[in-house]
Structure formats: C-alpha cells, structure tokens
C-alpha cells in the first residue's frame, strides 16, 4: 500500500509539474502560476489578445479611409503585386514627382472600389522604403503649403479597338 500511495504521490506531483508548464507556455511566463485557474487565465490573454487585434484593426481601418481619400486626389490602381504579402492588395499612387504605396487588408477592400485595377500598363512600384514614402509625403505637403501647384501625370490607359 505505501508503494501505491508513493506512486500516486509522484504521479500528482508529476501531474502538477506539467499543468504548470502548461500554464507557463500558454501565459508566457514561468514566475506566475495560476492567478484565477489555468483555463481562466489562458481565456484573459486570449481576451486580451482579440482586443489588441480589434484596436489594431481599427487603426489600420482609418489609414485606409485616409489613404482611399488620397487615391481619390491622384492617379491610382491597386492590385495584389506583392508576392510576399499575396492576400493584400497594393495600393499605388502617382503624386507629383514620385510614388507612394500601401498595403490594404482584405477588411478595407471596400473601401477602394473607386481605384482601378493594377494592369500591365500600370507603372510598377518603384522600390521606395516605407521611411521614403513619408518623406516623400513631407516633402509634398511642405511644397502644398508653400503654395507651390503640383502637377500629376495621368496614368495611361489602353486604347480601345
């Protein structure tokens, strides 16, 4: 019998170790064990975690008002170009003197049925860094405020048959 209870003690003990690995993992934290239970716990991160997506989400929603504006001031297309980052589309804009670009989540898609389609005609994203982009737009709305008119060059479009 005292070999049985020893069996379940080190089976308990064991038992104990691997919920709180557990816990660890799924908290990311192995100082802290169980504050209101395992599954409560991993349920407030989970919470947590969904409201941080949901804020996220929301910020990325009023840039692509914005920038949906932006496209509606210059030529513009969008497409999904970026073999990286293929379920985004690309949103390119021709601004006076230089191109500036965006990814778009597929949540904000809507908001750009006025843009056309990138097509093979449509002049390709020309590198810039996203610290360049900005810049270029410093740049831009610095010369705006001066006073200084902007010209834009359409985008070509193909001749119909």
């Known amino acids: 019998m005292t070999d049985t209870i020893e069996d379940l003690k080190l089976d308990y003990t064991r038992a104990c170790k691997t919920i709180a690995d557990m816990h660890a993992a799924a908290i990311g934290r192995n100082d802290l064990g169980p504050i209101r239970g395992v599954v409560e ?4 991160i ?3 975690m ?6 996220r989400d ?12 932006l496209a509606t001031h210059y030529p513009s297309h969008i497409g999904y170009t970026d073999p990286d980052a293929p379920d985004w589309a690309v949103l ?5 003197g230089c191109q500036l670009s965006w990814h778009i989540a597929p949540r904000d898609m809507d908001l750009f049925g006025h843009v056309r389609a990138t097509s093979v005609i449509s002049r390709a994203w020309d590198g810039h860094t996203t610290d360049q982009k900005y810049e270029r737009i410093r ?20 001749k119909e048959s």
């Open 41 to 44: 716990d991993v349920a407030d």
């Open 46 to 48: 989970r919470a947590a």
């Open 50 to 55: 969904l409201q941080a997506e949901e804020q």
């Open 58 to 69: 929301a910020i990325y929603r009023e840039r692509a008002h914005l920038v949906a504006l």
């Open 92 to 96: 390119i804009i021709e601004a006076p």
């Open 139 to 158: 740049t831009l709305t610095a010369r705006r405020a001066a006073g200084i008119h902007l010209m834009t060059v359409p985008l070509t479009t193909p």
